[in-house]
């Protein structure tokens, strides 16, 4: 058996992320760090209505949170505010399609915890609870 | 003027024969263990060694067959579970050759030793204004609970800054005790970059202004002869779990006048001498700092695993590490896109190599690593961010080696680290 984590779509994502960078004037925005291993991550959204027009990200990390963040900014990118406020951890696991050990939880959840700090933050969803065991 | 070996060697009291790894290899049961399918390679043992079947048993044994609580039975159960705790404690000082065993404080860890002191002498001893002299690549324990006391106190910090080749800057160092610090705090050997600290000369320049001086040892005790009295150092810590021991265990040594002034870090039982309800007299020393029904089990496995080390010899120790890591540093540096942060002489570092391979996410290294050849290392900042930070990095592989460590385990690191290249297809 090979590398689970490192399938070719991962690291296609990993090398040439979608949606990389900031939005001028977002609409919601958010940032964190990953105190394990130093990861960062922003997230910008552009809304228009309730539909999410633009999204990016940028940051530095690890090949799964990067891949991660980028695979969620295109389930996020067109889709109305309310399905964006559902997105949860199953979903990116879905996405991902592999195995996440424990210790790297915390690398593929982590864009989607600045998402949700991000539209808390815009008054869009209510707080997280964010020491919930992963 | 500071020579360019910094490791001062001791006599062995009886020159040890030298074990292979090979051979050492056979106390440790978890070597024989396999992760994903393959033999395990643990290269972490900065973090946390593995133990040999001595201790594990030491410790088995006192459950199974003395377990008691210490310093209170007057029955046979309790005064071989004490002599069993303070055995330890003498055995533990004759390892550093501290002058007696009154000297050796047990606590949880190394973190624990270093905020007992902050606390305690710190708060005796550290006014408004005082200066603290730390560096650059301390671990976060031993760099916290500093800036905390800074804080309770208004005493100033300053640091010592790490060359771009990973070494102190002694020359600066000398201008900061210029400034007639009140103390010096500084790690033995840094577990990010394994760089071994002039600490004798340091410690001699620290006296000649009138500073106090604290040494982390947590990597150089495990690792390197030390010697506390040749050494001059007035506080120095290390723990159990780093050098074949159990976890929850670790020690301060001090000096006697300094620990006999110091007022007590926790209150309970054991570190009183007698207790009215509204004042207490205090234990004598060790027993002072040692409040509540202390780690009996993990004091009588550290005794056991100091008595595995001395039989080994630290000087064997040293040797052999130094002769793992000059293979894996030869290793390492022929890997293309591969960086190495730290001293590379080496007389100048321990078995602790930092590493990048190309923009591969240590993170994702450690990963692959696990996964495709059974290698455990470290990935991430190595509780030193400033000293990433100085370096420009967010986090940096880490493989450490021990007594058991051998070459065959390095070969397979680089076949993982090759595995990663392909994987990353660079």
Request: with cysteine; proline share 5%; aromatic share 6%.
């Amino acid at each position: 058996m090979s590398m689970d984590y490192y399938r070719e779509y991962i690291l296609d994502h990993y090398r040439n992320p979608r949606n990389y960078g900031t939005l001028e004037r977002p609409d919601v925005h958010s940032e964190d760090a990953n105190p394990l291993c130093g990861d960062q991550l922003s997230m910008d959204l552009v809304l228009e209505g309730d539909r999410v027009t633009a999204v990016r990200f940028q940051g530095r990390g690890c090949a799964i949170s990067q891949a991660a963040a980028s695979m969620l900014s295109e389930m996020i990118e067109g889709k109305c505010i309310e399905e964006v406020v559902q997105l949860g951890k199953d979903d990116v696991l879905d996405e991902l399609g592999i195995p996440i050990s424990p210790a790297r939880t915390k690398c593929a959840f982590l864009s989607l915890r600045v998402l949700h700090r991000g539209l808390a933050l815009a008054g869009l969803e209510k707080p997280q609870d964010e020491d919930e065991e992963e | 003027m500071i020579t360019p070996d910094h490791i001062t060697a001791t006599e062995p009291d009886i020159q040890q024969q030298r074990r292979s790894a090979e051979d050492v290899r056979k106390d440790f049961p978890i070597l024989s263990r396999q992760v994903h399918g393959k033999p395990l390679v643990y290269l972490d043992s900065t973090a946390s060694s593995q133990k040999p079947a001595s201790v594990i048993e030491a410790m088995t044994h006192y459950y199974q067959h003395y377990n008691a609580n210490v310093h209170r039975g007057v029955y046979e159960l309790s005064e071989e579970a004490t002599a069993g705790v303070e055995r330890a404690r003498v055995k533990v000082a004759r390892f550093i050759h501290a002058r007696r065993s009154k000297q050796i404080i047990f606590t949880r860890n190394t973190s624990e030793s270093i905020n007992l002191v902050a606390y305690t002498w710190g708060q005796a001893n550290i006014h408004a204004g005082d200066l603290l002299v730390l560096t650059e690549m301390e671990h976060h324990s031993n760099l916290v609970p500093w800036q905390l006391l800074a804080q309770r106190t208004g005493a100033r910090l300053e640091f010592v800054p790490v060359s771009d080749d990973g070494l102190l800057r002694l020359d600066i160092y000398e201008q900061l005790l210029q400034q007639q610090p009140k103390l010096v705090a500084f790690t033995h050997m840094s577990n990010a970059l394994g760089t071994i600290n002039p600490a004798q000369e340091m410690i001699a320049q620290a006296h000649a202004v009138g500073a106090i001086t604290l040494v982390d040892a947590a990597q150089s005790v495990p690792h390197l002869p030390v010697d506390v009295q040749a050494l001059d150092a007035d506080f120095l810590c290390f723990s159990g779990h780093k050098m074949l021991g159990p976890t929850g265990i670790g020690v301060l040594y001090g000096k006697r006048a300094l620990l006999e002034a110091m007022p007590p870090f926790m209150g309970g039982g054991d570190m009183i001498r007698t207790v009215k309800l509204r004042e207490s007299t205090w234990n004598d020393l060790p027993w002072k700092f040692e409040a509540g029904t202390p780690a009996i089990a993990e004091a009588i496995g550290l005794g056991k695993a100091v008595e595995y080390l001395q039989a080994l010899g630290m000087d064997n120790v040293l040797q052999h590490e130094r002769e793992i890591t000059a293979y894996a540093l030869a290793q390492l540096q022929a890997i293309p896109g591969l960086t190495i942060y730290g001293p590379m002489a080496i007389n100048q570092r321990g078995g602790v190599i930092s590493f990048t391979l190309s923009d591969i996410h240590p993170h994702d290294l450690a990963s692959i690593l696990d996964q495709e050849v059974g290698v455990a290392i470290r990935a991430g900042h190595h509780c030193a961010q400033p000293l990433m930070d100085r370096y420009g990095l967010s986090a940096t592989a880490r493989a450490s080696f021990y007594v058991y460590t051998i070459k065959e385990d390095i070969d397979t690191l680089v076949q993982g680290l090759h595995k990663a290249q392909q994987i990353f297809s660079l």
